[in-house]
């Protein structure tokens, strides 16, 4: 399985990008995506989760209101709707597969197949 990607690029405060994500491969059917995101000098941080089955779905604090994840099994991918950005919402953001839940959805040790990462950056 890999995972693709895409939507990154250059908005303005306060705009929107949507970011997706497709796997391809063998027969895909995780328990859950997330979306991950890495600021510069800084440690990779959760932003979102989607189980595959049922839509439960997860966010860290500071994009609650303003992101929105979803999911569209037939073509394998996952979305990662942004409205509202900030310049602190600047960073690359990854998808990640999670296909063995243990219980802590939003370390990066749940995950165990990740896209490339697509950068957003944010201009004040």
């Known amino acids: 399985v890999q995972l693709q990607a895409s939507g990154g690029g250059l908005v303005q405060a306060g705009g929107s990008l949507r970011l997706s994500c497709t796997a391809s491969?063998?027969?895909?059917?995780?328990?859950?995506m997330g979306w991950f995101r890495q600021a510069p000098g800084k440690e990779r941080e959760f932003v979102a989760r989607?189980?595959?089955?049922?839509?439960?779905?997860y966010y860290t604090d500071s994009v609650k209101g303003r992101f929105t994840i979803s999911r569209d099994n037939a073509k394998n991918t996952v979305y990662l709707q942004m409205n509202s950005l900030k310049p602190e919402d600047t960073a690359v953001y990854y998808c990640?597969?999670?296909?063995?839940?243990?219980?802590?959805?939003?370390?990066?040790?749940?995950?165990?197949?990740w896209g490339q990462g697509t950068l957003v950056t944010v201009s004040s």
């Open positions: 491969g063998r027969t895909f059917s995780p328990y859950a």
């Open positions: 989607i189980t595959w089955s049922v839509s439960n779905t």
């Open positions: 990640a597969a999670d296909r063995f839940y243990s219980g802590t959805y939003y370390r990066e040790e749940e995950y165990d197949v």
